[in-house]
Nanobody, 119 residues
Framework: EVHLVESGGDLVQPGGSLRLSCAAS????????MSWVRQAPGKGLEWVST????????TYADSVKGRFTISRDNTKNTLYLQMNSLKPEDTAVYYC????????????RGQGTQVTVSS
């Protein structure tokens, strides 16, 4: 059974940084494309970023390009999202998924981690 545990979310001031982690188990992590998505209050799921199996290719939503960096450690079965220059509009619950877009709520297997950007 696929198991994904997101962590690292917190309350941070605008301009601050956070690093999210996603611990994966129950599947062959290194064989899967991995993604981050987010859901802001009252809004639908928004794709954030995707990384290929070997970490040689990454893509980003325009809203986070240049500020967020996705990475993975296949030896630790862990996905990361480094978030810099955070803005209030980045406030959301962040989820990881073992697939590329499109990603629907039915594809999510973790509880998510809350990121709140506020002064």
């Amino acid at each position: 059974e696929v198991h994904l545990v997101e962590s690292g979310g917190d309350l941070v001031q605008p301009g601050g940084s956070l690093r999210l982690s996603c611990a994966a188990s129950g599947f062959s992590f290194s064989f899967y494309i991995m993604s981050w998505v987010r859901q802001a209050p009252g809004k639908g799921l928004e794709w954030v970023s995707t990384i290929n199996r070997g970490a040689s290719g990454t893509t980003y939503a325009d809203s986070v390009k240049g500020r967020f960096t996705i990475s993975r450690d296949n030896t630790k079965n862990t996905l990361y999202l480094q978030m810099n220059s955070l803005k209030p509009e980045d406030t959301a619950v962040y989820y990881c998924a073992n697939r590329g877009p499109p990603i629907a709520p039915t594809h999510l297997r973790g509880q998510g981690t809350q990121v709140t950007v506020s002064s």
